[in-house]
Structures are given as C-alpha cells and as structure tokens.
C-alpha cells in the first residue's frame, strides 16, 4: 500500500431536472395547502423528472457538470461510487450504468445505499482509496428519483420529496487541505421507520405487494423527525471533537436538506451563526442522497465556500442512518474556469 496522501474535492457538479412542482400544484392532488406544508416542512416546490428518465440520467448529468468543474475527462475517472436509494434496477448497480453511459472505462463501479447519508458514506469511502494510493480520481455521485417511488396518494410523503443530485470528483489535493475526517453510524432496529417494503426478498413483487402500495416509500414520520434532530446535533458535535476543530471555526455546514424545523433546531443546540447551517431546501425538497451535493454545489454557486474554509456535510436518513465529513476547503472557488451553473440542462 503506497503512503497516505492530502485527498479532497477538485470540482462539485450538480442537476434537477427542469419539471417544478409546486405546493400549490400539490393542492390539487391531495388533500394539502402550501401553508401546511411550509410551515411543517418548509418546502415550497421540488422538481420532477421525465417520465423517460430514470435515476442513472440524473446522476450523468451532475458528473458530467462535475467532471468540467475539475478540469477531468471519463477515462481520468478509476472508481465511481454512487450514493442512491432509488437505483435503476436492483440488478446491476447504478453506478455502472452510470460508468457505461458517461464512458468511464478505466473505472470501477458499485453502489452505496446509506439512506440519505448516503453521499456521507460515499465520500468516506473515496477518502481512504485516494489517501491510500489505490485510486486517484474518484467520481462520488448522490443522486435519487424519488418521484417514482413515491405514493402520490399519501400526503403524509408525497410534499416532502423531489428529484435531483450532485456529483464530486475526489483526487490527491495540497498537503494540509481536503477531507480530514468523517464519522459514519447506524441504527438498525429503526430499519422499519422509512422503508419500501415490496420488491426485494423480504416482500418480493406480487400484484398483490402493488394493490397495496408496498413499493412505494412508507415513513414514521414523527420517528424521523426525532432522531433526526437529535441526530443532527449529536453528529455534528462528535466530529468536532474528533478532530478537535471547534464549531464556530466551521465557515460553512452542509446538512442533509430533509426539513428545515430540523436544521432550525440544529442550528440552534449547535448555538450557530446565521448563515453557517445552509439551506436550499424550499427549491428541491428532500432529494434523499442528492440533498447535500445539490446543497453544496449551489452553496458553492452563491459563493459561500473559498479556499481554507472549514465546511462539514452532515447527514441523517434511512436505515437508520448518520454521518459527517469535515474538509478544509482545497482550491479557489472565484476561479474563471470555475462556473458554477446548477439548473436546467446540461450543455
Ligand atoms: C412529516 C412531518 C412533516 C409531519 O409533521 P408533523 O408536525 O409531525 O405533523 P403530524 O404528523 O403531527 O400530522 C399532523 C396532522 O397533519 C396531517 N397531515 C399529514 N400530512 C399532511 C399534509 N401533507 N397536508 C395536510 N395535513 C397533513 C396528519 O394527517 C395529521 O392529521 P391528524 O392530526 O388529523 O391525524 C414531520 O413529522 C417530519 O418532517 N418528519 C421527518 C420527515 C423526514 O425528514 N424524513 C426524511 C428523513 S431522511
């Protein structure tokens, strides 16, 4: 095994598809107001992909703004890890439709399903093969289609989810700058408080599995809600410790963008400046492991991140699952060649 060596992120891409779905549009499938959910969720509109699309376009359309963004071609990229709970098929992996479809022929491909730390987990991961030697341009994506597995009858789900994701490329960076450290966690008897039940081996599909709706996805959502900020604090808090990097150092924390009465309630246990705890949620809803890639890439956008700057992702979801990465910044953001454009079509 070659020496440990300086990783981080060299360019963040990011894509939800052009298709917005407003709360008010919302009020006209079920029995909803944009009042409720806004001041339950904060949500005000999420996109929606074509019904031709599946997970694995999106998830091309971000690594390709990505791999711009870094300055890198297909063939530079030797391992891609996509982070995802709505894969194309549960055979094979995303990734390596992914890997095909961007042409990536010198790379390795699998999947992570952490929930929505799941790009947390990917990231973890590309960490240690770039610091080891064995890999040096690692494509991480976190990308899902939740549009698809969502019951549009169910209001207690339907408003609170969206399409979307965002892609990093991991590479060697300049000693004393990147990834320092990530915390990763479960909590696996909590497996049955966000699942879709049918469609694997516990409940294969059966026309039965579908008149019930059991392949959609199912929440506890005061559950969630619970965990979810107490876990959002306590994450937060024992990755500080760790690397012994105080709170009010960090420029910048990226949290998973699930509802914004949990990172009001973060932002406040945590005692954060205003400005520090970013959001982009109202635009996107929660877009499963494409919140905090999609989060970062338009914090990045509205230039919120330069060079040295302490920023940590912090993530909580199914599984259940927690997790979080520090960094220290690694290049000038205000580059020319650095464009940031998040939305919309990739050119
Ligand atoms: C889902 C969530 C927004 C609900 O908010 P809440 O304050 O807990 O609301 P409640 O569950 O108490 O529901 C209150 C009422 O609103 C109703 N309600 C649920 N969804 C509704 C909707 N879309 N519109 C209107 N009313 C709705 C409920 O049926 C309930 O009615 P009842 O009292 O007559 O039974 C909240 O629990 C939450 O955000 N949980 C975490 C979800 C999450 O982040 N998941 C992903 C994590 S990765």
Redesign the pocket.
Known sequence: MKGIRSVGITGVGSYAPEKVLTNFD?EKM????DE??VS??GIRERHIASEEKSTSDLACDASIRAMKDAGVKPEDIDLIIMATVSPDKIVPSTACIVQGKLGCVNAGAFDVMA??TGFIYALSVARQMVATGSNNTVLVIGADLLSKLTDWED??????FGDGGGAAIVQPVEEGYGLIDHIVGAKGLGHLC?EIPAGGTFMPATHKSIDDRQHYIK?L??E??KF?VKTIEKTTVELAEKTGIPIDKIKLIVP?Q??S??MDAGKKRLKLADGVMYSNLEKYG?T?AGTIPLALADALADGKINKGDYVMLVG???GLTNGAIIMKWAYEVNQPEKRYAVRGAVQ
Request: hydrophobic share 45%; proline share 0%; aromatic share 8%.
């Open positions: 919302l079920v029995d909803t107001t409720w959910i339950r969720s929930g929505c209001r207690n789900t339907c408003v609170l966000i929440m959502g005061k969630v809600f979810a998973h699930a509802n009465r949990i929660n499963s909580f979801g199914a």
